[in-house]
C-alpha cells in the first residue's frame, strides 16, 4: 500500500513539474525549490523517499532534455540581447546566479554578449531616457544620465563616451 502511494504521489508531483515547466524553460535550481513546494502537502513522506522521487522525477526531466542550464543560460542572455528593454552583463550575470546557474556556465554564456553589442544597448538605453530628462542644463543633464545607466549595471568605462556621444547630438 505504501508502494502505491509512493507511485502515486511520484506521478502527481511529475505531472506538476512538467506542467511548471510547459511555461518557459527553467533552471535546475528553480525545478529543484518547486519540487520541495509540492513536496510540502505530503506531511507522511520521509526525507528519503522525497530525495528518492525527486531524483527520479530529475532524471526524467534530464532524459528528455527539459533541464538544461548550459542551454537556459545562453537562450536567457539572447533573450535580454535581444529585447526592446536593454539589460546590462552585470545584471545579466546576477539574474542567472539567483537561478542558480554555476559561474562556468555563465561565463561562457555571455561570451555571445560583445562589448559592441554592450555599448549598443547602453546607446539604445541612453537614447531613450535622454529625451525624458527635462533638465535643461547640460551638465546636470548628464549627471543624471550617468547615473541611470549606472543603475542600469552597465561599466563606467563604457557609459562615458556613450553619454558623450548622445548629449552633443542632442
Known sequence: MIQKNL???LIEVKSKVFNFLSHKQRSRKEIDGRIEYYFRRYDNLGSSQKEEIKA??????????????DDYAISLVNEKINSSKPMSKLKIR???????????VIDNALEIYTE???????MQDALKKVSSIKETNKLKK????LSYLAQKGYPYSKIYSVVDRV???K
Open 7 to 9: 507511485e502515486e504521489i
Open 56 to 69: 527520479e522525477i530529475i532524471e526524467s526531466l534530464e532524459n528528455n532534455a527539459l533541464i538544461d542550464d
Open 94 to 104: 546576477q539574474f542567472l546566479m539567483k537561478k542558480g546557474i554555476d559561474r562556468a
Open 116 to 122: 559592441d553589442k554592450e555599448v549598443e544597448k547602453i
Open 142 to 145: 548628464k549627471k543624471k544620465l
Open 167 to 169: 548629449l552633443d547630438v
